[in-house]
């Protein structure tokens, strides 16, 4: 029989590179929108290759799936994957969790420079007819002076760290899995990174550990002179907590690009908060990133179809 290919949901203008990757190694493809896991379960039936990318693949879609098939997640996350699902049923999981490095290294690093020199809430001032650049910005520290806190240290903090670096900043980090060594680098536990960073970046995954960690209790251990950016997961974050704090001032500013919920509801407090810039989960994006991802996924078809292992396994899967 015929293999059949199945992307469940995809935001790119085509998927002609994943379309040609099935086609040249006999299989069917089919390109759907789903949302829904009902959805998603239907548009999988007896499917030997999903490619999903925000839609929820869960039990019901892997377990009617083809023996033997595999699912491959577009993108750097994999929360949308039941991953105890896939092992159970022995369904192969691929994701691609090095497309995008230096984009979200990039705007990680620019957001953080844009909220320590107070560029929201200066451009705000001007537009309001103020011209009061001390009056505003005030307090103000140098950069030599700043401490950049990492909440987690791996390979898109480790960039992060490496863009900033020349401004001359410290850097103090807490992650359990880091054994390495960086140039300014300290690590600390989690209440010396709380208390001592000006600026804190987030690079934890989602795990039952890091879900809330930015919460009522952790963010009073804050300075209220700090900052919170967060490209990674926005699980992390309690967001009516860091609305709250934004808006009675306790946190001086945050840069979000990721949210529990996406889009973005209209009646999020995050919405009405203060010195907040908002990203509709745009870090990840370039021409070249967006290439770089479908040709991945492509090349991942093709070695899914063609009996080979998965290029870049998703932890915890066994398949």
């Known amino acids: ?35 829904t896991a009902d959805e998603v379960a239907a548009a999988l039936k007896g499917a030997d290759v999903a490619v999903v990318q925000f839609a929820p693949l869960a039990r019901a879609a ?7 098939a595999t699912a491959i997640r577009y993108g750097v996350g994999y929360n949308n994957f039941d991953v105890p699902a896939l092992n159970d049923h022995g369904v192969k999981a691929a994701y691609v969790p090095d497309y995008c490095t230096a984009e979200v290294a990039d705007h990680t690093a620019a957001s953080i420079l844009a909220l320590l020199r ?20 005030k307090p103000l520290k140098s950069f ?14 480790q960039e992060v760290a490496a863009r900033l670096a020349p401004f001359g900043f410290h850097f103090i980090a807490h992650d359990p899995y880091y054994s390495g060594s960086f140039p300014r680098l300290t690590l600390v536990d989690l209440p010396g990174l709380l208390a ?26 804050m300075k209220s002179t700090a900052v919170i950016v967060n490209t990674a997961r926005g699980d992390l974050i309690n967001e009516a907590a860091l609305a709250a704090a934004l808006t009675a001032g306790t946190i001086a500013g945050a840069a979000l690009d990721v949210f529990q919920t996406e889009p ?17 989960h ?12 479908q040709s991945l996924v492509a090349d991942e078809i093709t070695r899914a179809l063609t009996g080979q292992g998965v290029r870049k396994p998703i932890p915890g899967s066994t398949a």
């Open 1 to 35: 029989m015929t293999k059949r290919v199945v992307v469940t949901d995809a935001t790119f203008p085509d998927v002609a590179k994943e379309e040609a990757a099935a086609r040249a190694a006999g299989a069917s493809f089919e390109r759907h929108a789903c949302k």
């Open 62 to 68: 892997i377990a009617g799936m083809a023996p033997g």
């Open 118 to 137: 107070k560029l929201p809430a200066l451009d705000a001032s001007v537009r309001k007819g103020e011209w009061a650049a001390v009056g505003i910005a």
């Open 144 to 157: 030599a002076e700043t401490t950049i806190g990492f909440l987690g240290f791996g390979r898109i903090a």
């Open 196 to 221: 001592q960073s000006d600026a804190l970046t987030l690079h934890a995954p989602a795990t039952p550990e890091t879900t809330g960690i930015i919460n009522p209790a952790n963010l009073a251990r």
């Open 264 to 280: 973005l509801p209209a009646d999020n407090p995050l919405r009405r908060a203060p010195n907040l810039l908002l990203g509709p």
């Open 282 to 293: 745009a870090a990840w994006y370039s021409d070249v990133a967006v290439e770089r991802l």
